[in-house]
């Protein structure tokens, strides 16, 4: 993969989904969800890292969330994109984040 002209020793292989076998409708959209979610490994860790108190436990924001921050939901932006541009997608979801923080839309579901 490169990234910002930048070549990268990671694997695209090596990426894990945290989706069932079944969610990709093959293994070219499988490969592009991966792209994606390496393009956005920053905005991933920082949403594990983001811990919330949730009632006596603390939890990310992925945890606490799913259906907001999960592969599910990268995969949801990447099908939208009608030629699945992991580069396109994940630029939609970081505007999505974006929109988020400044909102404050996780506090309404607390």
Same mark, same amino acid.
């Given at each position: ?38 393009? +956005? $490994?920053?905005?991933?860790? &920082? ?11 603390? %939890?990310?924001? !992925? #945890? ?13 932006? +990447? $099908?939208?994109?009608?030629? &699945? ?11 999505? %984040?974006?929109? !988020? #923080? ?9």
């Amino acid at each position: 993969l490169q990234q910002d002209g930048m070549k990268s020793t990671v694997d695209i292989d090596e990426i894990d989904l945290d989706v069932p076998d079944w969610a990709c409708v093959d293994g070219a959209e499988e490969q592009k969800l991966k792209e994606m979610k390496f393009l +956005l $490994r920053y905005e991933m860790q &920082q949403l594990d890292e983001a811990i919330t108190l949730h009632g006596d436990r603390s %939890l990310s924001l !992925r #945890e606490l969330y799913p259906d907001v921050y999960s592969d599910f939901r990268l995969l949801r932006f +990447l $099908r939208k994109d009608g030629n &699945q541009n992991p580069r396109s997608a994940a630029q939609r979801y970081r505007s999505f %984040l974006e929109w !988020r #923080e400044k909102t404050n839309a996780d506090a309404i579901r607390q």
